[in-house]
């Protein structure tokens, strides 16, 4: 159980077009869904905060018109990079909750994006 | 602000050897914390997870790790390693006003020496 999967696995675009990955929880309600951005040999930062049916939550930095988050459902979340350019080349990764989970976060396999 | 650090960035340990990967965190209150690993290709596995309680933890595939208030520590440990235990370790603290948020280390990547 607790299965989080990500689509697509891997993108490449071209500079100033728009990519959007989807987070989907396969076998249990995620509350909360979580967006970090990892880039190569570093740790996972934390983008934006999403709970069901509401605006989602951006860290410090991260630029909410281009990143547009929705979580239209308890099992969907979807990321979009709006206007991507090379810097924005990076392994997406979500994660997924439950309220009763006690914090655990269950990730996905992460999304490799490469713009052009 | 809550933080972690992860002194090591690369270990190469002999397959068979003992594991200790190092973990110290800044939090205020009583930390949530968390060993994650990563593999090539695969999503972020949860080690083993302190909340409270005992002090030593034990998690999946043989790890575990203890947690240390006085020296803000929680170090994984491993008695013998495998090969297949080649990846990349981050520790993690939960974080924000419910400790839903995660704070990851720079992690730890490590080999193993056959």
């Known amino acids: 159980g607790a299965v989080v999967s990500q689509h697509p696995s891997w993108v490449i675009c071209k500079s100033g077009t728009s990519v959007k990955i989807e987070c989907r929880s396969l076998?249990?309600?995620?509350?909360?869904m979580f967006w970090y951005r990892q880039f190569p040999k570093q740790s996972l930062m934390l983008m934006a905060t999403s709970n069901e049916g509401s605006k989602a939550t951006y860290e410090q930095g991260v630029e909410k018109d281009k990143f547009l988050i929705n979580h239209a459902s308890l099992t969907l979340s979807t990321l979009t990079v709006t206007s991507a350019h090379p810097e924005d080349s990076s392994f997406y990764i979500c994660?997924?909750?439950?309220?009763?989970?006690?914090?655990?976060?269950?990730f996905g396999p992460g999304t490799r994006l490469t713009v052009l | 602000a809550q933080s972690v650090t992860q002194p090591d960035i690369h270990i190469t340990v002999s397959e068979g050897a003992s594991l200790e990967l190092r973990c110290n965190y800044s939090y205020g209150a009583t930390p949530y914390l968390f060993w994650y690993v990563q593999s090539p290709g695969q999503g972020l596995q949860l080690l083993l997870k302190?909340?409270?309680?005992?002090?030593l933890v034990q998690g999946i595939k043989g790890f575990e790790a203890e947690f240390k208030r006085s020296q803000s520590s929680f170090n994984l440990r491993k008695p013998s390693v495998h090969w297949s235990d080649a990846a990349e370790y981050f520790c993690a603290v939960g974080a924000g006003s419910s400790a839903s948020k995660i704070i990851f280390g720079s992690g730890t990547r490590l080999s193993i020496r056959p």
């Open positions: 076998d249990f309600q995620a509350t909360t």
């Open positions: 302190y909340f409270s309680g005992d002090t």
């Open positions: 994660s997924a909750q439950t309220s009763g989970s006690r914090n655990e976060q269950f």
